[in-house]
């Protein structure tokens, strides 16, 4: 995504994509070992919580 795709974004689009990148950091992280599930579980619900997304979302 380019700047000026970041741009045009709404608030909201931007909030679901950092979560998206954010989360795709943390499943490349499971994926390698470097974190446990529980982990995994616990820095994804932090995540969810401190950025608004629903715990069912994701």
């Known amino acids: 995504m380019g700047q000026t795709d970041w741009e045009i974004l709404s608030t909201d689009e931007k909030k679901k994509a950092?979560?998206?990148?954010?989360?795709?950091l943390?499943?490349?992280f499971?994926?390698?070992?470097a974190i446990?599930?529980?982990q995994y579980d616990k820095s994804l619900g932090d995540l969810k919580a401190?950025?608004?997304i629903p715990p069912e979302e994701a």
């Not at 950092?18 to 795709?24: E, H, I, N, S, W």
């Open 18 to 24: 950092l979560f998206l990148k954010q989360k795709a």
């Open 26 to 28: 943390l499943d490349t």
């Open 30 to 33: 499971l994926s390698h070992h």
């Open 36 to 38: 446990s599930q529980a």
């Open 50 to 52: 401190k950025m608004g």
